[in-house]
T-cell receptor, first 115, second 113 residues
Framework: ETGVTQSPTHLIKTRGQQVTLRCSSQ?????VSWYQQALGQGPQFIFQ???????GRGNFPPRFSGLQFPNYSSELNVNALELDDSALYLC??????????????FGPGTRLTVL | SQKIEQNSEALNIQEGKTATLTCNYT??????LQWYRQDPGRGPVFLLL???NEKEKRKERLKVTFDTTLKQSLFHITASQPADSATYLC????????????WGLGTSLAVNP
């Protein structure tokens, strides 16, 4: 186990609704990255938070937003849900230092289904 | 743009044989490359990291090679076991792109008893 936890495990929403997913990072890690993984695909980078600031963003629209808290836990918020948002959402924590390799430690994921 | 390719077809091998998975990349030179294992419905689990100045890295039954000339990494599992059945993902250092990892689609491995 990586020590990264995510909640909830599963979630069902309808189009147009909003959702908040939560992640607790591994102890000692200061960076959280969020990924979307559709079935049969590799993880797609959504964004990364480092010390409570967004530190890079992938090709996702502004309705995907996030937060990182002082304890380095994080939230992913998605507004105006679309059917294509159905996926496994993965949170990964890492320790960002001056010379680091950004090895990611993943949580179990949240399975989001949009009907 | 940066691109990563992994064996698109699932790999089926007999228990005890060596599994070899391929990760090819184009259009840049990553400082390192990582391999992860992912089981269905679970998050990826880090296995090995190899840097651009390393040719080979080993961990127990796992071996990774990194050929920066061919722009290719090979991932080997020796003496494979049914428990090794999973999807294996390679991820490369995104360099100037805020150093975020760039991921392949993964290769599914099935080890048959």
């Amino acid at each position: 186990e990586t020590g990264v936890t995510q909640s909830p495990t599963h979630l069902i929403k309808t189009r147009g609704q909003q959702v908040t997913l939560r992640c607790s990072s591994q102890s000692g890690h200061n960076t959280v990255s969020w990924y979307q993984q559709a079935l049969g695909q590799g993880p797609q980078f959504i964004f990364q938070y480092y010390r409570e600031e967004e530190n890079g963003r992938g090709n996702f629209p502004p309705r995907f937003s996030g937060l990182q808290f002082p304890n380095y836990s994080s939230e992913l918020n998605v507004n105006a849900l679309e059917l294509d948002d159905s996926a496994l959402y993965l949170c990964a924590s890492s320790l960002k230092t001056g010379v680091n390799t950004d090895t990611q430690y993943f949580g179990p994921g949240t399975r989001l289904t949009v009907l | 743009s940066q691109k990563i390719e992994q064996n698109s077809e699932a790999l089926n091998i007999q228990e005890g044989k060596t599994a070899t998975l391929t990760c090819n990349y184009t259009n840049y030179s990553p400082a390192y490359l990582q391999w992860y294992r992912q089981d269905p419905g679970r998050g990826p689990v880090f296995l090995l990291l190899i840097r651009e100045n390393e040719k080979e890295k080993r961990k127990e039954r796992l071996k990774v090679t990194f050929d920066t000339t061919l722009k290719q990494s090979l991932f080997h599992i020796t003496a494979s076991q049914p428990a090794d059945s999973a999807t294996y993902l390679c991820a490369l250092d995104g360099a100037g792109n805020n150093r975020k990892l760039i991921w392949g689609l993964g290769t599914s491995l099935a080890v048959n008893p």
